[in-house]
């Protein structure tokens, strides 16, 4: 299913079309350019942020604040303003005051990387997808990420990032999977926390996205999602709430559903109880690309700035305040929260200046975030690592692998350099939706690894053909791909174009065959226990081919763990069918009137999670289901021991344990600490609560120390509207997976 809303995307620079009135906007933010010195009191950095954002608010017109509560318009969604020719060329623009020496926001997409950057006629790196990202498991690379893409962000020009995507693997087949963490709310919320503390540390807006529940693109702008508050407190909400108390994103962009009745652009338990109230959250809600459905609801719930463009906190707002509907205190509070945000990023005190993005640097970033990404699924007779001495002759089949290796697409897609690597001449460019191949060849790098092998390649489209090349050759390593973008669901999550088939016969037809994954989400693999090994390499970026190929010929040990489960089919979904849109509930492609219908909101329909918080391997395990490859799961070149389990229960619960790299060489193993609460909690058989990435000698053992943080034990108590820790007994388990948990150990707390 694609929704055409979302099909120009177009360049707002590019525009001619509905043009509101120059005069309807404040003189002062008519020309960024005429920049007067800023008065020094709010300049003063000794000052807080607030005090900073409310010396400003005081000094501001109405229509200085309405300008900031609002974007500039972008075609295929309403009413473009003139000023958007101002814009950087990314998704969003806010006119500055230069008047106040408030400058403009400029926001680009940056889910992996930074988006529109071949219109823009500029460059940047495209890391790993962000499930990747979070198959690292890793604090330190996540941070490296998010550093990456704010350097770069502000090499372009812009000082606000729209990434940050951590809506929970509720539904697999979303075709954003890709672009979020996983499936656990406490992996998902701390990865995406210091995605977004690197951005910020290189003083850009951070924004995380999109809240919430938007766990299905099909019907996203009308679906009414139903769930109980326990259950989303403990498992959605909860990786937003973590990764906004770990970072202090500037922004939280609403999406596009319904919640328990109202869009969460407009929903004030969401809005106002949880987020602003409970989590003290101190930055601005924005809204997405024509998520706003209101002024007066939607301001009163808590949302403080529209985009693209300004269908109801423009000239609507204005008239609302005129009139008394919209108190000024509302409007007052939704501009000082942007402000605010903006000095305590550090926006207007370091402004983003113009420069070269430091490309080989984001190549050598990329690839060794790839590096410790790739999860080893499978490897039979340790066929993985490929001894070049012993390999003569390799068949290189399928998934364009000649050429490249494949990018997640929709508003997170990044430019690859030169263009598509399997698109003709001139039409090498990316455009909505397009399936984007990065000219990373795994066919060129497993070249350079086996020099002296004879190395071939099969596109994979004739089965027969590619079998009678793998029969020739001493291995045969086929590349898989399953594309995704937002915009459209996964009908399934087997591989498509039959490549479920040409595995089999290439199988069949060589003992040694390995298949790397190039994914966005978990697929099934019915020929899973004919294949010598396994890598899910996901969507891997700018150096993906170097990455598989090191990790293919032993220059890497594999390290990574899955962030979400692979079920065996479709069938153990929570949801087998996902729940489509009836027809009322979408708008026509090339209806030019789809943002009108879209704002004043398309009729409901229902999607019921009453699996509640059993989300993932939480399902799983309570409904007792083989998994084809559990949450947690990875294998490495290496082999582990865990021993010694010891639990000092202080304020705290502290966990020690022994870990020794038993194999022959050096690693890394991700130890997982689970923990079973008490039965009166009512929950799941287990849930993640700490995890550690200990690098080990071949040889050596450690002892890890992992403190487990109370709140991830705690239950939410509606009555309460509180996070409890139940008096009782607490198991902890200690593994290597969430099915392969041999330490154990109980203690009672008061
Ligand atoms: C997406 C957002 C994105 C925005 C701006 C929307 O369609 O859902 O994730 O940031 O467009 O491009």
């Not at 399936?435 to 070249?447: E, G, M, Q, Y």
Request: with cysteine; glycine share 8%.
């Amino acid at each position: 299913m694609t929704f055409h809303i979302r099909s120009l995307r177009t360049n707002p620079l590019a525009l001619g079309v509905a043009i509101l009135s120059l005069a309807l906007l404040p003189a002062s933010a008519q020309t960024d350019s005429e920049h007067k010195k800023p008065p020094a009191r709010w300049m003063n950095s000794s000052l807080s942020p607030d005090e900073r954002a409310a010396l400003v608010v005081k000094e501001m017109t109405l229509d200085e604040k309405i300008s900031l509560l609002h974007g500039t318009g972008s075609a295929d969604l309403g009413p473009v303003s003139p000023l958007a020719a101002q814009s950087n060329g990314g998704a969003g623009y806010v006119v500055g005051i230069p008047r106040l020496g408030i400058p403009a926001i400029q926001m680009s997409d940056a889910a992996y990387g930074v988006r529109s950057s071949g219109e823009n006629g500029r460059y940047s790196t495209a890391l790993p997808d962000d499930l990747a990202a979070a198959a690292s498991w890793d604090l330190n690379a996540a941070y490296e990420y998010g550093a990456l893409i704010g350097r770069e962000l502000r090499a372009q020009g812009y000082n606000m990032s729209l990434g940050g995507g951590v809506n929970l693997a509720r539904e697999p087949r979303n075709g954003r999977t890709f672009e979020y963490m996983g499936e656990d709310p406490i992996l998902a919320g701390k990865m995406v926390g210091r995605v977004m503390s690197g951005e910020q540390a290189q003083h850009v807006l951070g924004d995380i996205k999109h809240y919430v529940l938007n766990d299905q693109e099909s019907g996203r702008n009308a679906v009414n999602v139903n769930i109980d508050k326990r259950s989303m407190r403990e498992s959605d909400l909860l990786a937003f709430e973590i990764g906004l108390r770990e970072s202090n994103a500037a922004a939280v962009m609403c999406s596009y559903n319904r919640v328990n009745g109202d869009f969460t652009c407009e929903n004030k338990y969401l809005l106002a109880d949880v987020l602003k109230k409970d989590w003290n959250f101190k930055g601005f809600v924005l809204s997405d690309w024509q998520g706003a459905h209101s002024a007066a609801k939607a301001s009163a719930a808590g949302l403080d700035h529209e985009e693209p463009g300004e269908i109801f906190y423009g000239d609507t707002m204005k008239k609302a305040v005129q009139s008394g509907q919209i108190p000024m205190a509302e409007v007052d509070d939704h501009v000082l929260r942007i402000l605010r945000s903006m000095f305590a990023t550090g926006v207007i005190d370091d402004p983003p200046e113009k420069s070269v993005v430091d490309v080989v640097g984001g190549f050598e970033v990329a690839q060794k975030i790839e590096e410790q990404s790739i999860v080893l699924l499978r490897n039979e007779h340790s066929q993985l690592p490929l001894e070049v001495s012993k390999v003569a002759s390799i068949a290189v089949i399928g998934a364009h692998s000649d050429v490249g290796m494949l990018s997640g697409g929709g508003s997170a897609q990044v430019d690859p350099p030169g263009g598509n690597a399997i698109m003709p001449p001139r039409e090498g460019r990316t455009t909505w939706q397009a399936h984007i191949w990065f000219p990373t060849s795994p066919l060129k790098a497993i070249r350079a690894k086996a020099p002296a092998a004879k190395v071939q390649y099969n596109p994979g489209t004739d089965p027969a053909s590619a079998a009678a090349l793998a029969k020739a050759s001493d291995v045969a390593i086929v590349f898989a791909e399953q594309w995704e973008s937002e915009g459209m669901d996964l009908e399934s999550l087997s591989l498509p174009n039959h490549q479920d088939d040409l595995i089999a016969k290439v199988a069949a037809a060589n003992p040694h065959t390995i298949v790397v994954l190039e994914t966005g989400s978990p697929v099934t693999m019915p020929w899973a226990g004919q294949v010598a090994g396994i890598l899910e390499a996901w969507y891997p970026g700018n150096r993906g081919a170097d990455a598989v190929a090191g990790v293919l010929f032993g220059d890497v040990n594999p390290s990574a763990k899955l962030p979400i489960t692979f079920p065996k089919s479709d069938a153990d979904l929570p949801h087998p069918l996902l729940v489509k849109p009836p027809k009322q509930s979408t708008t026509e492609s090339g209806d030019a009137e789809a943002w009108k219908k879209i704002a004043k909101g398309l009729p409901a329909f229902q999607v019921t999670y009453d699996e509640a918080f059993k989300v993932g391997y939480k399902w799983y395990d309570a409904e007792r289901k083989e998994v084809l490859f559990p949450f947690g799961y990875g294998l490495s070149y290496t082999s582990y021991s865990y021993s010694d389990l010891k639990l000092i229960s202080g304020k705290i619960v502290c966990l020690s344990f022994r870990l020794a790299n038993t194999g022959t060489r050096a690693g890394a193993e991700i130890a997982e600490v689970y923990a079973v609460l008490p039965a009166s909690a009512g929950e799941p058989p287990k849930r993640l609560v700490g995890w550690s990435k200990v690098k080990l000698d071949r040889g050596e053992s450690k002892e890890v120390t992992i403190e487990i943080d109370p709140w991830y034990l705690s239950v939410f108590n509606v009555d309460r509207d509180a996070w409890q820790l139940l008096p009782g007994d607490y198991t902890f388990l200690v593994g290597s997976s969430s099915r392969d948990l041999p330490l154990k150990e109980s203690i009672n707390l008061k």
